[in-house]
């Protein structure tokens, strides 16, 4: 549409920068901000030494402290309810408080700002500063699944990725800030993750489903430009190895790493650009040519504005206790919508817990203990801080690269998810063997193979819940199964791990002659200190391949079908009645 009055054309900018503000993809570029700093949970390996340390914690202890953070950054039934019944940007604010206050809590304890906590106050503080990754990830994450139904393999491996990749990010952004003080990284994973989700509140919001032709073609711009940051920060961590970096240096390098997060911005402003364009092209067509009515829509678009009943609902004026109790045992056809009931209760639900807590449990044991796994065979610290950035950025590649390439060999080949999944679990088994016999440099290749697994099992398991059981409750559906990861860390981390390190630590103080005094860290050093654990660990991740195994033969023939056709039909729906809608206010 052409406008010839005085300021048009400001008024035009403005509406074009509005638009990129209110648009589907700048809630993408949002959404990858929010994730590529709230994966603060997975450089625990950083700070945890700074905590024992300071506090005068054992393994035991150290690891306890680990599960309660692993059971607060993946028990989100809390967040995902709350996002049923409230916007997003409830959920994502309600999550920056509770990031700011626990992590700045621990922040006073290690820095004897306030007097020595005990120790359930400290598994509270880490508990409540990790359930905030829990709410940033159902506010932006279950909100772009909800708006990109179509590409959700391709929406989870990139925002999953970035979550996976913060953690080399946000190190890059300490060592530019506070130099090698591993007390101040508290403090910058307190501030720094509730202050972008407090910027960007308003813009994560649930839209309408309208796919564009070139939809997938964008996000893999995006994963394209996400990669290029993952081959920088690559790069870095060699030459950092290497190398002795000034603080100036350090700054430089942090610079470049925010221009590559934020390049994204310009594939945003380039789409919604194009989309402008088009827009105004169709206002600028002679209105005597077309004729709406926007009175009265016709029958069959109304009956698609009612509301849908799924089977397992209540229709209006039934009993309540239909839809509640007597069909959780009566779910509908998979892909279909179950009711949260019909979903916990389902076998296909049991299988893949069980499978995920073999998997979550034991790649997160290795990677919460990388730091004292490293110290006991002699690894000097420079090679620990490399091993948690190679986790780091191999979890993000595993996240991008099993979301994106699910999505390819499912609509190209039907290959199902769930076999997808076994093959990682089986792959993460090699990791583990590796650390348990330490061979020399082994553990360099283990970070990379435990980082890819760990990461590869998140988008496929969030996927899997969200072809089988439907999106209706995808938010409380999306947190269940993260409740997976806390169970296994707490058996295999808790129970396996810190027990058996502790055990073969108090042997070799014997051995010396030496008596542990109160408060005293407890050291182990030498190979045998996770051997068994990792083996045991290796056993019980077998089990969970075995286990998985029984969901892709039960799910084989849901996979051979077209699992998106209700969705492209919604979309086609949705992009008739936005026809409508311009041409009507073009008239």
């Not at 028990?75 to 309810?81: A, E, I, K, P, V």
């Amino acid at each position: 549409m052409r406008v010839t009055e005085s300021g048009g054309g400001w008024r035009e900018m403005k509406g074009f920068v509005l638009q990129v503000f209110l648009g589907r993809w700048f809630m993408i570029f949002a959404s990858l901000l929010i994730m590529a700093a709230s994966g603060s949970t997975y450089i625990f390996g950083l700070y945890s030494s700074g905590i024992k340390s300071a506090l005068g914690y054992d393994q035991t202890t150290l690891n306890l402290l680990s599960f309660f953070k692993d059971m607060g950054g993946n028990l989100g039934l809390l967040s995902g309810l709350i996002n049923e019944i409230a916007p997003p940007w409830v959920v994502l604010l309600i999550g920056a408080i509770m990031n700011f206050f626990g992590y700045f809590m621990i922040w006073l304890a290690v820095t004897d700002r306030i007097s020595k906590p005990k120790l359930w106050q400290m598994c509270l503080y880490i508990c409540i500063g990790a359930n905030s990754q829990s709410f940033s990830n159902t506010g932006a994450v279950v909100t772009a699944v909800k708006n990109f139904p179509e590409s959700r393999g391709s929406v989870l491996g990139l925002l999953k990725g970035l979550v996976g990749l913060s953690g080399a990010i946000t190190t890059q952004i300490y060592h530019a800030l506070y130099g090698d003080k591993s007390q101040s990284l508290i403090l910058l994973i307190a501030w720094l993750p509730s202050a972008v989700s407090f910027v960007f509140l308003r813009t994560i919001r649930i839209m309408k489903i309208v796919r564009q032709s070139n939809e997938l073609q964008v996000f893999y711009k995006l994963l394209y430009m996400s990669l290029g940051l993952a081959g920088f920060l690559m790069f870095l961590i060699i030459i950092q190895n290497r190398l002795r970096f000034t603080k100036l240096e350090y700054i430089g390098s942090a610079c470049v790493v925010l221009l590559l997060l934020f390049l994204p911005l310009a594939i945003v402003i380039r789409e919604e650009f194009s989309l402008w364009k088009r827009k105004g092209n169709a206002l600028n067509v002679d209105a005597t040519q077309v004729k709406v009515t926007t009175q009265n829509p016709p029958a069959s678009e109304q009956h698609e504005e009612e509301p849908s009943v799924s089977l397992g609902e209540a229709p209006p004026g039934h009993r309540k206790a239909d839809s509640c109790m007597n069909n959780i045992f009566k779910p509908p056809d998979r892909g279909e919508d179950y009711t949260i009931l019909q979903a916990l209760f389902s076998i296909d639900m049991l299988i893949l817990f069980i499978a995920t807590t073999c998997g979550f449990g034991g790649t997160l044991t290795a990677i919460d203990n990388l730091g004292q796994i490293g110290k006991s065979l002699g690894y000097p610290t420079r090679s620990i801080s490399t091993f948690v950035s190679l986790v780091s950025i191999w979890n993000y590649l595993g996240r991008a690269m099993s979301g994106f390439a699910s999505e390819i060999l499912l609509v190209k080949y039907k290959f199902p998810r769930p076999l997808l999944l076994t093959c990682v679990l089986l792959l993460s088994c090699v990791g583990h063997l590796l650390i348990a016999f330490a061979l020399p440099s082994s553990l360099y290749v283990a970070s990379v193979i435990i980082g890819f697994s760990f990461g590869a099992q998140w988008p496929l398991v969030f996927a899997i819940i969200s072809e089988i059981f439907g999106l209706k409750y995808y938010s409380t559906l999306y947190n269940f199964g993260t409740v997976a990861s806390p169970v296994g860390s707490y058996i295999l981390n808790v129970r396996v791990a810190g027990f058996l390190y502790d055990k073969e630590a108090s042997k070799q103080m014997e051995a010396l002659g030496v008596t542990r005094k109160a408060g005293q860290e407890l050291t182990c050093t030498g190979q045998q200190c996770y051997r068994m654990a990792f083996i045991i660990i290796t056993a019980v991740t077998m089990f969970g391949f075995l286990v998985s195994v029984v969901l892709v033969l039960r799910t084989r023939k849901f996979y051979k079908g077209d699992i998106y056709k209700k969705f492209r039909e919604e979309a086609k729906a949705a992009e008739r009645d936005m026809a409508s809608t311009e041409m009507g206010s073009g008239q």
